[in-house]
């Protein structure tokens, strides 16, 4: 089953659109979408606008593909679950989000080879095809590693007083 997120933000209506146009060409594939509060709902596919924290993990878990907007928040979950994901970043000029802080999420997660990445909903044919043979190159841990936790208890020690940098 591929799982559709928009999140729980802001209602993301071009990603809906555009897997439902997948989905009804689509239809030996299993789809279920949280949609939010758009004012688009698809037909292709069975949907709930909101999900709580609990079912909304169930549906990662239980999903072998995810479709989503590229909210750092998803996007973590979904590599904690070791999944793999195709992101379609919102734009500030669709009026989707305040600014294209999710277009330079998406392109690092990209570029790590951690999630697929499209940038425009005419791609989503050709992601969700590649999403569903596609593997992350890594898995992430829920914990921070030692290394991280290393650094930033260094960087602490050296920001409390009377200590000084060397």
Known sequence: MIFVTVGHQTPFDRLIH????????????????????????PEAFPFSRWLSSEDFGTRIAASTAIVSHAGTGTILQVLMADKPLLVLPRQAAQNETRNDHQIGTARYFSEAGLILSIEDETEIAGGISHLLSWRPST????????????????YIQLQSPGKTRP
């Open 18 to 41: 555009a897997v439902d146009m997948w989905a009804a060409a689509n239809p030996g594939i299993s789809i279920f979408g949280q949609i939010g509060d758009g004012s688009y709902e």
């Open 139 to 154: 898995t992430i841990s829920a914990n921070a590693s030692p290394q991280l936790i290393n650094r930033l208890t260094s």
